[in-house]
């Protein structure tokens, strides 16, 4: 059913804001990474773990919390991640030593999970086919502010507050959403539409998820590019600021213009969807994203031909690689979900416990080499890259990927209503 403008975009932002979790929690600390570890005295990889905690807890935090809100309902789950988010941030921000915050931080990742789990389930209650990939782009568009805005906020804050001050803003932050929903998101899975199975329907659902070729293709690409994505992630802030010798501000404004592009192809993706075919997309920014990393693995390696030129060379390869994600991810998503209605949060789930978990052990890999180089972070998301083209390929190759859209499909579907309170 059609929505009125007010009610979407009021949906559109608490959405947004929901997806906006992940980016926030791990981007605005990124300046202050080489602060940590002087402040406790570790190395790169040792601070590196406090980003692969918060993947690990966001990993395990959507397998347990989007079956729950299949048989719970969205909004019960929701507000209470909400809240132990607010709480877990405040914990963070007094954390003694590095150990501490990388327990909280998986705290941390576990409550915030809720939101990025319950926002994609929330979508498949309401949308279906072209209309929910549209509608996916459009999240992007507010939740694609939050890698712009997020580096540069949190480079900000450093030159007022010391790191700490990160994770109070990040508290007020879950506090203020989980006000929102109260108020203003309804149910959108209503009672004679919830999964009785309990774990053990959750589990059989798991099983028949993982033995789905088509669902494990998009996946496990989608996840390989992500996890690509989080190496540079992780390693971006020691390359920048420790090779190219760049300060917090510099880099945050780098990273969040890298972000730009994540942006961009998040509404060209929008635009074109209906048009052309969403595995089409797929495959074009899995291609354009082995481009990148391959094209920044050559950089790095012809280090000693770009002197003085480093770092304006591996900027736009960076910046491909990033923007990609953005005809990758709405794409992969909605292909992935696409077959599972009645069971959204358990799939949701599964995706991004695939996501993470690859995340979550590429992080601290990158700081193995040390902060002296940008090599290991380039090779890693090159061969992440070029893994993930091969696994879509492998997986969904001759599945009824050129399957003609149903009249269905290309119309929203709101068996529960707007969802908005």
């Known amino acids: 059913m059609s929505q009125p403008n007010a009610s979407r975009l009021k949906l559109v932002l608490i959405l947004g804001a929901l997806g906006a979790f992940g980016p926030l929690s791990i981007d605005m600390y990124l300046p202050a990474l080489p602060a940590l570890t002087h402040d406790f005295g570790t190395g790169a990889s040792e601070v590196q773990l406090t980003l692969s905690a918060f993947f690990f807890g966001l990993a395990l935090g959507q397998a347990i919390v989007g079956p729950l809100s299949d048989a719970l309902g969205r909004r019960r789950p929701l507000l209470i991640g909400l809240g132990a988010y607010a709480l877990a941030s405040l914990l963070c921000a007094t954390a003694p030593n590095i150990w501490a915050l990388v327990g909280f931080r998986f705290v941390q990742g576990f409550a915030g999970a809720a939101g990025m789990v319950v926002s994609r389930a929330i979508v498949r209650d309401l949308y279906t086919g072209v209309a929910a990939a549209r509608f996916m782009s459009v999240l992007m568009l507010v939740g694609g502010l939050a890698p712009i805005l997020a580096p540069i906020l949190g480079g900000q804050l450093l030159q007022f507050s010391p790191w700490q001050g990160i994770f109070l803003f990040l508290a007020l932050f879950g506090g203020l959403l989980w006000v929102a929903i109260e108020r203003g998101l309804g149910e959108t899975l209503p009672a004679g539409r919830r999964q009785t199975e309990g774990l053990r329907g959750t589990l ?3 099983r028949t998820l993982l033995t789905d070729r088509r669902f494990m293709g ?9 996890a690509a994505m989080f190496s540079y992630i992780s390693g971006s802030s020691f390359v920048f600021q420790s090779v190219y010798g760049v300060s917090p ?11 730009i592009g994540l942006l961009i192809m998040g509404q060209v993706n929008g635009r074109l969807v209906g048009r052309v075919a969403p ?3 797929l495959t074009i ?10 094209t920044l693995l050559l950089v790095v390696l012809s280090g000693d031909l770009l002197q003085g030129v480093g770092l304006f060379a591996i900027v736009p390869s960076l910046f491909l690689v990033v923007a990609s994600l953005g005809l990758i991810m709405p794409n992969a998503t909605v ?23 690859l995340g979550a052990g590429v992080a601290p890999i990158v700081g193995m080499g040390g902060a002296a180089t940008a090599l290991p972070m380039a090779l890693l998301i090159a061969v992440l890259e070029l893994c993930a083209l ?4 492998v997986l969904t190759f001759g ?3 050129q399957r003609p859209l149903t009249p269905r499909e290309m119309t929203t579907t709101s068996p529960s209503g707007d969802g908005l309170g």
């Not at 292909?335 to 978990?357: D, E, I």
């Not at 091969?390 to 390929?393: D, E, I, P, R, Y």
């Open 204 to 206: 059989v659902t798991f």
């Open 285 to 294: 920014g899995l291609c354009a994203a082995a481009v990148g990393g391959l």
């Open 399 to 401: 599945i009824g990927l």
């Open 390 to 393: 091969g696994a879509l390929a």
């Open 279 to 281: 595995i089409r997309m």
């Open 249 to 259: 501000q510099t880099f945050s404004f780098i990273f969040g213009g890298n972000a």
């Open 218 to 226: 998009y996946a496990v690409a989608c996840g390989l590019a992500i």
């Open 335 to 357: 292909l992935a979900l696409s077959g599972s209605p009645k069971t959204a949060g358990a799939a949701s789930a599964l995706l991004g416990v695939l996501q993470f978990s």
